[in-house]
């Protein structure tokens, strides 16, 4: 549990910094050998665990506020893909915003699927890859 916690830690660390464009990235590095970087975070670590002068440089935060925080920065990468990709015109047609998206409750079906991405056994998707000759509906309105 407690490696759990500390891997989490390590994570939302890693999403502070690289929010104000730091850049870091995480390895395993055998102990006491010799390595200049680790023998100088040894150091540092034995000085702040017995150093009781040196102030806690962390706040605990509530598990609704970093999920909640989380949930936030995924949903704007994902509207930042979304918004970049060419792909899924028909969808976007339906869901620009992805948080307008993630608001509905909608039971996903095959033929919802086929209706949002234009995708499947519908007259204009077969006519498209020439599987049948007319994309005009029988009912003629569409």
């Given at each position: ?38 023998e100088l975070a040894d150091e540092l670590a034995k000085e702040a ?73 519908i007259k204009l998707y077969l006519y498209k890859y020439k599987i ?11």
């Open positions: 549990m407690e490696t759990e916690h500390n891997n989490f830690f390590i994570y939302i660390c890693n999403i502070e910094l690289e929010r104000h464009n730091w850049k870091i990235e995480f390895s395993w590095i055998k102990a006491h050998s010799g390595h200049q970087w680790n665990a017995t150093n009781s002068d040196i102030e806690e440089c962390y706040f605990r935060m509530p598990k609704s506020a970093v999920k909640s925080e989380l949930s936030e920065i995924s949903e704007t990468k994902w509207q930042t893909e979304w918004d970049r990709t060419t792909k899924g015109a028909t969808t976007k047609l339906y869901f620009s915003k992805v948080a307008d998206r993630l608001k509905l409750e909608i039971n996903v079906s095959p033929n919802l699927t086929m209706m949002v991405t234009g995708h499947g056994n049948i000759d007319s994309s005009i509906c029988p009912c003629k309105t569409g």
